[in-house]
């Protein structure tokens, strides 16, 4: 769209977003470029650099090292432990964390407000300090009498606990942000309520859900400080990888440590790009 022209002073009046953002205080060009470096360099020396460490280590004795060292038997059990653990923790708190946002949303009810805190409470709380609650509660002196400790259960338990905000906290500011019409009107034509969600508020929900999913997952990857107490660490049996990675470095095996490091890396940026994607193009299909 061109640029208007003000009668009073012969100026043009900006109208298209670059010309607005041009006239509306924009900062100073040594300002931006200043900013721009300090946020380039902040993240190379938290973010690149690390990483870059972490390859070289992982490939320091060549390729087929590292193929050794991530298809070793102890590191295949391991990674599908935590594959299957995070898997089934993410899916669990999908269905919950919708159901938990849902409730704080659409309902009002005493104690909603400390509900609404407890949520964060993993994000707060040192997961050493869930790991050693959890052994507390469920292991051998378990004050319930269930013990859940060295078994796949209680290291999906442990993760579970810790990834459960992220659904709900990705859910909820779209929940608050849906308008009844839509299911107003769906159930005027006599849609059931379970049809109502399923075709109308489901579909706008989706993205967001498979955002929280997938950051509650990829963070599933990596736990350590939770599942260290309640799994035992057994070899083979109910060592994550996490545990495995810290029991390589114990001794000695620092390139081993960083190869397995890295295939939870790569397991991780996987889910969270393939996730993002797959809710941009929900996003589209919705519009």
Known sequence: MPALLDSTNSREVPTTPKQLLRGSGRSPKYVRS????????????????????????????????????????????????????????????????????????????????????????PFALPTVVAGVTFYALYGPLSPLHITITGTWIGITVAIMFVTLPFTVRSVQPVLETLTFTAESAAATLGASPVRVFRTVTLPV???????????????????????????????YRTEVASSYIYSLTSSNENGAAAAVAVALLILALGTLVSFSALGRFLSRGAK
């Not at 989706?206 to 070899?235: D, K, Q, W």
């Open 205 to 235: 929900l989706l993205p967001s859900l498979l955002t929280g999913t997938g950051l509650a997952f990829a963070r599933a990857l990596g736990e350590y400080g939770s599942v260290v107490f309640i799994s035992n660490n057994l070899p």
């Open 34 to 121: 200043g900013a721009r470096s300090l946020a380039v360099t902040y993240l190379s020396v938290i973010v690149l650099i690390p990483f870059a460490a972490l390859l070289t280590n992982a490939f320091s004795g060549g390729l087929g090292q590292f193929w050794n060292d991530v298809t070793s038997l102890e590191s295949l059990d391991a990674l599908r432990l935590t594959l299957l653990c995070s898997l089934a923790a993410a899916v669990v708190n999908t269905v919950m964390g919708l159901a938990t946002a849902w409730v704080l949303v659409r309902d009002r009810f005493k104690g909603q407000g400390v509900l609404n805190t407890l949520i964060d409470l």
